[in-house]
């Protein structure tokens, strides 16, 4: 097994991701061909229905759901709307995007949505105008996941600078049978904590050395920075985060998270480091993970990987595991600059 399994992207995965990035650049300015849109931060009174156009797709009683949910996590402050922006001509919202910053650098991007009959020019320049804000944000780069077939949006989205970092696979276990795996004797798992935090650090950034997966994002991001975006997946009371060791030496580490409001586990990342690899402890720990969250009571474990890791595919199907859907992950880095 190779690094980790889980895209670094979506918050870190061992594989054969193959992509080519260009430089970092920031989408150049340009000038809606309508002169009377304008793009600007929605007042207070446009939260609500600057984000129901954000979010529409579901029945309207589920989408009031989604939005009083969004506008509660704002309230509480566990959710920042400072990355919002809208399109509008005179007081009427044509249109709307959002970018979130979370710990670790990272910016989470929701898609330009307009509405009908207004330009799609418009949509490219909310994306535009969300991408400068990132940059000014200080966001080491931001990220938009969409279904595998909407190319429109992914399109629009490369218009606007972001390029495709990976397609991913959703992967599912019903841990109604679990494979059996024992460690050799003397490994040991170490639960996480504060203050061993930086072993959990060194460990992660072992694990990193010689992955293929998601080859762009090398050198871009740290492991204290995916810990830190981790942390805002699993919190203390969800989190299960192990350390392996045999001996002395570190061989990997599994973090995963206990969505207990949906009864399942998710695997955040996996990383075995070089030294251990091929030797049949990616399966052990993967193993150790879905006992573990059939123990906790949960009713199936998934994770995101990409879809281009054979040798992780290979794995995830000999211990169960079945891909539910797919999606595409693009990313934007502002320029080093800019941050």
């Not at 304008?38 to 207070?44: C, G, S």
């Not at 009959?117 to 000014?136: K, S």
């Not at 193993?287 to 474990?301: F, K, M, S, V």
């Amino acid at each position: 097994m190779v690094g980790g399994t889980h895209c670094p992207a979506c918050e870190d995965l061992e594989g054969t991701a193959e992509t080519k990035m260009s430089e970092p650049r920031l989408p150049q300015e340009s000038r809606s061909p309508d002169s009377a849109v304008q793009i600007t931060e929605p007042t207070t009174a446009e939260l609500r229905p600057a984000l129901e156009l954000l979010l529409d797709g579901p029945e309207i009683d589920e989408l009031t759901e989604q939005v009083d949910e969004f506008l509660a996590a704002a309230e509480r402050g566990d959710v920042s709307l400072a990355g919002l922006h809208v399109a509008r001509v005179q007081n009427a919202i044509v249109g709307v995007v959002l970018a979130v910053c979370q710990p670790g650098g990272v910016a989470h991007f929701w898609p330009p949505r307009v509405v009908p009959a207004v330009p799609l020019e418009t949509a490219r320049e909310l994306a535009v105008a969300c991408c400068r804000w990132v940059a000014a944000s200080g966001a080491k780069m931001a990220q938009c996941l969409t279904q595998l077939e909407d190319q429109a949006t992914q399109q629009l989205l490369e218009q606007a600078g972001f390029e495709r970092l990976a397609d991913l696979a959703c992967w599912q276990h019903t841990l109604e049978e679990i494979p059996h795996a024992v460690l050799p004797e003397g490994c040991e798992a170490i639960a996480y904590a504060p203050e061993n935090s930086v072993d959990f650090e060194r460990v992660m950034e072992a694990t990193y050395i010689g992955s293929q997966d998601c080859a762009a994002l090398r050198g871009r991001r740290s492991a204290r920075d995916s810990l830190a975006g981790h942390e805002m997946v699993a919190d203390a009371a969800s989190r299960y985060w192990l350390l392996y060791r045999c001996g002395s030496e570190d061989v990997g580490v599994v973090l995963c998270a206990d969505h207990r409001d949906q009864q399942m586990w998710e695997l955040l990342y996996l990383g075995v480091v070089p030294q251990f690899r091929w030797q049949g402890f990616g399966f052990s720990l993967l193993c150790a993970a879905l006992w573990n969250a059939r123990e906790a009571g949960a009713e199936g474990l998934f994770l995101a990987a990409d879809d281009a890791n054979e040798a992780a595919a290979k794995l995830y199907a000999a211990c169960g595991f079945s891909v539910g859907f797919r999606q595409r992950i693009q990313v934007w880095f502002p320029p080093a600059d800019t941050r």
